[in-house]
């Protein structure tokens, strides 16, 4: 199943036409001031890695070489919006313990984009869960093998994110063999006041 936030909404592509107007990140409709543009799709199969996209910069994607099988994060700055770090985990032969250290190091008010790619789950145990879930995730808890995830959300956050996807790796329904479709997102996230 495929749980969209409440502003998330379906990739459209811009026209590339001459005159055309284009917005940041390739986004359906502009951002009001004071927010952050950002598109973000998870992996595809074990084959294309994910990619993260904001205010028009690449973070993360195949082309820069900065991604990998498991859990593709990217940290930024919540007032500026300019990249802190990007880090990938390997869920499936890695070990959870590095992941657990950069979860804990994020400080307040950071931006923190997630995205899966082949498998983010085996490894995950409770403390990683949670640490995710205080970022604002509500899915977390149900992310299992191979399924696709993606999510955005904060350090210091006070609600759920309403910027997360995520559906269920199915034999029944999956796009590509064992493993399902791919996610795309796209939105708008406040830009930190303080």
Same mark, same amino acid.
């Given at each position: 199943?495929?749980?969209?936030?409440?502003?998330?909404?379906?990739?459209?592509?811009?026209?590339?036409?001459?005159?055309?107007?284009?917005?940041?990140?390739?986004?359906?409709?502009?951002?009001?001031?004071?927010?952050?543009?950002?598109?973000?799709?998870?992996?595809?199969?074990?084959?294309?890695?994910?990619?993260?996209?904001?205010?028009?910069?690449? +973070?993360? $994607?195949?082309?820069?070489? =900065? *991604? %990998?099988?498991?859990? /593709?994060?990217?940290? !930024?700055? @919540? &007032?500026?919006?300019?990249?802190?770090?990007?880090?990938?985990?390997?869920?499936?032969?890695?070990?959870?313990?590095?992941?657990?250290?950069?979860?804990?190091?994020?400080?307040?008010?950071?931006?923190?984009?997630?995205?899966?790619?082949?498998?983010?789950?085996?490894?995950?145990?409770?403390?990683?869960?949670?640490?995710?879930?205080? +970022?604002? $995730?509500?899915?977390?808890? =149900? *992310? %299992?093998?191979?399924? /696709?995830?993606?999510? !955005?959300? @904060? &350090?210091?956050?006070?609600?759920?994110?309403?910027?997360?996807?995520?559906?269920?790796?199915?034999?029944?329904?999956?796009?590509?063999?064992?493993?399902?479709?791919?996610?795309?997102?796209?939105?708008?996230?406040?830009?930190?006041?303080?």
């Amino acid at each position: 199943m495929v749980r969209a936030g409440a502003r998330s909404q379906p990739v459209t592509e811009v026209s590339t036409k001459p005159g055309a107007v284009r917005y940041k990140c390739s986004l359906s409709k502009s951002c009001p001031a004071e927010h952050f543009a950002f598109k973000m799709t998870s992996g595809a199969a074990s084959v294309v890695g994910p990619r993260m996209c904001l205010e028009d910069k690449i +973070l993360m $994607s195949g082309v820069k070489n =900065n *991604v %990998g099988r498991g859990l /593709n994060i990217a940290l !930024v700055n @919540g &007032k500026t919006g300019e990249g802190i770090k990007t880090a990938n985990f390997d869920m499936w032969a890695g070990d959870v313990a590095p992941l657990i250290k950069f979860l804990n190091e994020i400080e307040d008010g950071t931006i923190v984009m997630m995205a899966s790619f082949d498998d983010t789950s085996t490894k995950l145990n409770v403390e990683a869960r949670k640490l995710v879930a205080d +970022l604002g $995730s509500s899915d977390i808890d =149900n *992310v %299992g093998f191979r399924d /696709n995830w993606i999510f !955005v959300g @904060g &350090k210091g956050i006070k609600t759920k994110s309403p910027f997360e996807q995520h559906i269920k790796n199915n034999a029944n329904t999956n796009k590509f063999e064992g493993w399902p479709e791919v996610l795309e997102m796209e939105g708008c996230i406040p830009q930190r006041a303080d």
